[in-house]
């Protein structure tokens, strides 16, 4: 349920609605946008009185809220959420490149992929230390070792750094890493999700290769619930009966996304189609469809990739995305910062 409260009420007042409410064993989640204050009550809200609520001075209007998540849910909290990353912003009208490896592989590969990127415009440098393969005989990745020359790569070129979590053993090893990756084979890891909610960091959140657009808010959910605002969502593509792309990229997700929660959104469109030619066609459409960032593999030489070679873009392909990109962006009152 929410509960719309008019703009420049009397302290008192707004002081005891929420006393009340909170006295019926509920939480408040508040919201301050330019024209009202949003109060979104979570819990069991069978006990409020919905008339008595609305007979008050101050309530502009309440309503009841049907879907299951309530912080991620745009109609608890209207205005867009801006994550601000060292700095760089996403979300709202901020829009951020993220680049990089698939996998660290080496200190030379990431620092030069890194360097690469910058170089080209991205604003964050990814890279996977922990991998999550199909195959337990394929590269794993580096594991600690790799955070490590991610911090180093960090160090060179001053970019944030993203990368996966896999396991909540190793939580305390991402302490200096920028943003929390939830990959898609995780993004139903419950305890892993309340562990990360708990960090305070930043969590790039990915959509289940076969996960509805509420199943993925909800996992935003067990996030937040832990106390957590900056959750970024990322549409990577979800698993279909078309053979010719690794996955299907669902880019509708983000105009329906941005319509059912306040959280940004970011598209993988590497993962998504798998094919590296691809990467240019759908970051544009990515952008089009108003997405508020790119997620992209990047290599310095893809043929010898120990993972996901065949998607990764070479540094000067990167850099032709990068400019069309950058053309578009004010198209769509997009920028950087
Ligand atoms: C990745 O980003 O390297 C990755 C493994 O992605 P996903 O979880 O989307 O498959
Ligand atoms: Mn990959």
Not at 25 to 54: A, F, R, Y
Not at 98 to 125: F, R, Y
Not at 260 to 278: N, Q, R
Not at 284 to 304: R, W
Request: aromatic content about 4%.
């Amino acid at each position: 349920m929410i509960i719309v409260v008019k703009k420049n009420c009397e302290k008192s007042q707004y002081d005891s609605l929420v006393d009340w409410i909170k006295e019926l064993g509920l939480d408040v989640h508040v919201s301050h946008g330019e024209m009202s204050t949003v109060l979104g009550l979570v819990g069991d809200t069978t006990k409020v009185d919905i008339d008595l609520i609305s007979t008050l001075d101050i309530v502009e209007k309440v309503q009841k809220v049907s879907e299951p998540f309530k912080n991620a849910n745009r109609k608890f909290h209207p205005n867009d959420t801006i994550v601000d990353i060292s700095g760089r912003k996403i979300g709202g009208d901020y829009f951020q490149v993220i680049a990089g490896p698939c996998s660290v592989e080496s200190e030379k590969q990431i620092v030069e992929v890194a360097l690469a990127v910058k170089e080209a415009g991205a604003t964050l440098l990814r890279g996977g230390a922990f991998k999550p393969r199909t195959s337990p005989y394929a590269f794993q990745g580096m594991g600690v070792k790799g955070l490590e020359l991610l911090l180093k790569a960090k160090q060179e070129t001053g970019l944030p750094i993203v990368t996966e979590l896999m396991s909540e053993k190793h939580i305390d090893d991402f302490k200096d890493v920028d943003v929390i990756q939830i990959g898609a084979r995780n993004m139903q890891n419950f305890d892993l999700l309340k562990q990360v909610g708990k960090t305070g960091k930043p969590i790039l959140l990915k959509r289940g290769l076969a996960n509805t657009l509420q199943e993925l808010l909800m996992s935003a959910e067990y996030i937040m619930s832990e106390g957590a605002t900056d959750v970024i969502l990322c549409e990577r593509g979800i698993r279909t009966f078309e053979p010719t792309t690794r996955n299907t990229l669902d880019l509708s997700a983000v105009p329906v996304l941005k319509n059912m929660t306040h959280l940004p959104i970011v598209i993988d469109p590497s993962h998504a189609t798998g094919v590296a030619k691809l990467v240019e066609p759908m970051s544009l459409a990515s952008v089009g469809a108003g997405a508020d960032g790119l997620i992209i593999e990047v290599h310095n030489d893809p043929k010898k990739a120990l993972c996901d070679g065949a998607q990764s873009l070479k540094p000067e392909q990167f850099k032709t995305v990068m400019d069309k990109v950058n053309l578009m962006l004010p198209i769509v009152n997009k920028k950087y910062i």
